[in-house]
Nanobody, 115 residues
Framework: QVQLVESGGGLVQPGGSLRLSCAASGFTFSSYWMNWVRQAPGKGLEWVSAIDKGGGSTYYADSVKGRFTISRDNAKNTVYLQMNSLKPEDTAVYYC????????WSQGTQVTVSS
């Protein structure tokens, strides 16, 4: 079964950190670029970050550059998003997906940044 399962979200104070994980199954994970997108309350999807097949090249939205780090472990079929210096405007549901040939969106993981 082709599946993406995000985890690691939660409530964090401004300036805090979280590490999101996305476990993939049912397809050859190492053959696909992966990305993270987010959806803030009442807004559309916003692309956050992408990583190539081998993990050697990474890309970020200007809004998160310097604060977030995407990485992957192809042996574990998992992509990560390390989020530091979190701001209230980072509050959103975070989703991972294949960068091209995306799968149906999963439930995502909620990140809330609030004092």
């Amino acid at each position: 079964q082709v599946q993406l399962v995000e985890s690691g979200g939660g409530l964090v104070q401004p300036g805090g950190s979280l590490r999101l994980s996305c476990a993939a199954s049912g397809f050859t994970f190492s053959s696909y670029w992966m990305n993270w997108v987010r959806q803030a309350p009442g807004k559309g999807l916003e692309w956050v970050s992408a990583i190539d097949k081998g993990g050697g090249s990474t890309y970020y939205a200007d809004s998160v550059k310097g604060r977030f780090t995407i990485s992957r472990d192809n042996a574990k079929n998992t992509v990560y998003l390390q989020m530091n210096s979190l701001k209230p405007e980072d509050t959103a549901v975070y989703y991972c997906n294949r960068y091209r040939y995306p799968l149906n969106w999963s439930q995502g993981t909620q990140v809330t940044v609030s004092s």
